[in-house]
């Protein structure tokens, strides 16, 4: 139905002797927001936009009779398609921006992700998805060892998805895939500052042949790049992005310092805490062994 109504959005301003560019203009989206919509390779389109759309290329209400068929796939076709894509890789490499990717979810941090979408008000519509992103992180850890490498900004690990027993339990899932081995993650620290994936989540897959797609992802976007140049352009980015990221070790200490520190709970001390305690007690201790044994020993008399 997205294709479909990509197609139509097309013919229809092709018909009116409008650019992309020019389109975008009317509607107030940019130029490349229109590429999105007819080639479907980005977000489903809001239902302002369509509306927006149907008015300005005189559609007779065509494209808002379509937009509810588009809107309730369960995914878009670029979303299909990357799956797709990751289903068959034998390398993953990503960069999150905003929350922990969805191979690394625990059910309750993604059940928590997708309860803030209006078309997952409906429970049924909410558990189909979950299950769907259960049975994907099954079927990666059912397959072939596939290569799995993530880069995590700082505000994933920070942003409390869920509250605090549900970010528990998932960096805790971190730290055990690194220690399982499934994982080389890394965090990128805000004081890095800009970077060329600022915008977004960027995720590059290693197909069997050697070739590689790069994927795009924000809140209200998505899409797919085949082409090698902007595939290798993308590269680039990601490889900066691992470069200046804190090393694997350090990277594991940040996860357990937040764990401990921003997430430990109401009943557990924190880490400066516990080193206090331990401080004291062996001061304590040494202070016991000094009463105990430091006296000096009896003066003997002379010998006969």
């Known amino acids: 139905m997205a294709a479909l109504f990509g197609s139509r959005v097309r013919r229809l301003r092709t018909a009116a002797g409008l650019t992309q560019a020019e389109l975008g203009a009317r509607t107030h989206v940019v130029g490349?927001?229109?590429?999105?919509?007819?080639?479907?390779?980005?977000?489903?389109?809001?239902?302002?936009?369509?509306?927006?759309?149907?008015?300005?290329?005189?559609?007779?209400?065509?494209?808002?009779?379509?937009?509810?068929?588009?809107?309730?796939?369960?995914?878009?076709?670029?979303?299909?398609?990357?799956?797709?894509?990751?289903?068959?890789?034998?390398?993953?490499?990503?960069?999150?921006?905003?929350?922990?990717?969805?191979?690394?979810?625990?059910?309750?941090?993604?059940?928590?992700?997708?309860r803030v979408y209006p078309e997952h008000e409906d429970e049924a519509k909410l558990q189909q998805r979950l299950t769907a992103r259960m049975?994907?992180?099954?079927?990666?850890?059912?397959?072939?060892?596939?290569?799995?490498?993530?880069?995590?900004?700082?505000?994933?690990l920070l942003r409390p998805v869920g509250g605090q027993a549900v970010m528990r339990a998932q960096l805790r899932r971190l730290v055990e895939a690194v220690r399982e081995g499934r994982l080389t993650l890394q965090v990128l620290p805000f004081?890095?500052?800009?970077?060329?994936?600022?915008?977004?989540?960027?995720?590059?897959?290693?197909?069997?042949?050697?070739?590689?797609?790069?994927?795009?992802?924000?809140?209200?976007?998505?899409?797919?790049?085949?082409?090698?140049?902007?595939?290798?352009?993308?590269?680039?980015?990601?490889?900066?992005?691992?470069?200046?990221?804190?090393?694997?070790?350090m990277s594991l200490e940040a996860i357990r310092s937040t764990l401990e520190g921003k997430y430990r709970g109401a009943s557990v001390p924190s880490r400066a805490a516990r080193r206090r305690l331990a401080q004291e007690q062996l001061q304590q201790s040494g202070r016991r062994q000094l009463r105990g044994g430091g006296g000096r020993a009896a003066r003997r008399g002379p010998r006969a």
């Not at 049975?135 to 994933?156: I, K, M, Y």
């Not at 970077?195 to 960027?202: Q, V």
């Not at 290798?232 to 090393?247: G, N, Q, V």
């Open 191 to 249: 004081e890095q500052g800009e970077h060329g994936s600022l915008g977004g989540s960027l995720t590059l897959l290693t197909m069997p042949d050697a070739t590689e797609v790069a994927y795009k992802e924000g809140s209200e976007y998505g899409f797919l790049l085949e082409e090698p140049p902007e595939v290798r352009r993308h590269t680039l980015i990601y490889d900066r992005l691992r470069a200046t990221a804190l090393p694997p070790d």
């Open 32 to 114: 490349t927001r229109i590429t999105q919509v007819e080639r479907c390779s980005g977000a489903r389109p809001t239902q302002e936009l369509a509306r927006a759309l149907d008015e300005v290329l005189g559609a007779d209400e065509l494209l808002i009779d379509l937009w509810p068929y588009v809107h309730r796939e369960a995914f878009p076709d670029w979303s299909r398609r990357f799956m797709e894509y990751s289903a068959r890789a034998v390398g993953i490499r990503e960069y999150a921006a905003h929350v922990v990717p969805g191979l690394l979810q625990t059910e309750d941090y993604a059940r928590a992700l997708l």
């Open 135 to 156: 049975e994907r992180q099954r079927q990666f850890a059912a397959g072939d060892r596939t290569e799995l490498w993530v880069v995590l900004d700082e505000a994933v």
